[in-house]
């Protein structure tokens, strides 16, 4: 279980910058997004971007390819992408002009090349357990950890935590929720970050989770 949550924490804490990156990227087409800074790396043990675009990005995870789609309003944003040998790492914003989509906080989602070993009941278990609690926090110990909620939902498990510790981004408030899922047989983590003075409810964080779940398989279908 501690390699399981090893990549899962790792999924949703991406943090390296991307790798050196080789010199030889293609021109991007007129109007295309400049996706210079996302050609193949040197290693091929990192995971590929196959294409690049606001509303799509094809993440090759180690032979299985991952769309991942947001939902209406939401936008990737192509300077948030990182990649590296165990995840591509990505966030989830407002699309410029579109009305507010209501976050609430700071929505990410890594994509793994590795499945869910065990599957969503040998997680779920996992995380009954103290140091499962403590992961799914910022770093800190488990008295500033506690579990609010956990609850399986179709082909997901959510996990909402609050942390009170001091290790978090600047931006961060004390809720934290996350979504595990598996598409085309990866590891797929959805991160919901509350932001520091903002009131959020883990119930309304879950649904919006679970909407993303939900767009993430419908366009791997």
Same mark, same amino acid.
């Given at each position: ?18 790798a ?7 021109e ?8 210079s800074?996302l ?6 043990d990192?995971?590929?971007? $196959? +294409? ?8 090759? /995870?180690?032979?299985? =390819? #991952? ?5 209406? %309003?939401?936008?990737?944003p192509?300077?948030s992408?990182?990649?590296?040998p ?13 009305p507010?989509?209501?976050?609430g906080g700071?929505?990410?989602i ?5 499945p869910l ?9 996992f995380?009954?357990?103290p ?7 910022y770093?800190g110990?488990?008295a500033? $950890? +506690? ?5 399986t939902?179709?082909? /997901?498990?959510y996990? =909402? #935590? ?5 290790? %978090? ?23 919901l970050?509350s932001r520091?003075?903002?009131?959020q ?21």
């Amino acid at each position: 279980m501690n390699t399981i949550w090893k990549r899962a924490r790792r999924a949703a804490f991406a943090g390296a910058l991307l790798a050196a990156l080789a010199a030889c990227a293609p021109e991007p087409a007129p109007g295309a997004p400049d996706i210079s800074r996302l050609q193949q790396p040197l290693s091929p043990d990192y995971l590929q971007i $196959v +294409s690049v675009a606001p509303d799509l990005v094809e993440v090759d /995870a180690a032979g299985n =390819v #991952v769309r991942v789609t947001p939902p209406d %309003g939401l936008c990737i944003p192509l300077d948030s992408i990182q990649t590296g040998p165990e995840s591509v790492f990505m966030i989830f914003a407002e699309c410029p002009g579109a009305p507010r989509a209501g976050l609430g906080g700071v929505l990410s989602i890594s994509v793994s090349r590795m499945p869910l070993a065990g599957g969503l009941p040998a997680l779920e278990r996992f995380f009954d357990s103290p140091k499962g609690v403590i992961g799914l926090g910022y770093g800190g110990d488990r008295a500033d $950890v +506690s579990m609010v909620e956990t609850m399986t939902g179709p082909r /997901a498990l959510y996990a =909402v #935590v609050e942390d009170r510790s001091e290790f %978090g981004p600047a931006f961060a408030g004390d809720l934290i929720c996350r979504a595990f899922t598996e598409i085309d047989d990866r590891m797929t983590v959805v991160t919901l970050i509350s932001r520091r003075g903002e009131r959020q409810e883990a119930a309304g964080m879950r649904a919006k989770l679970a909407e993303i779940v939900a767009a993430l398989h419908a366009g791997n279908a």
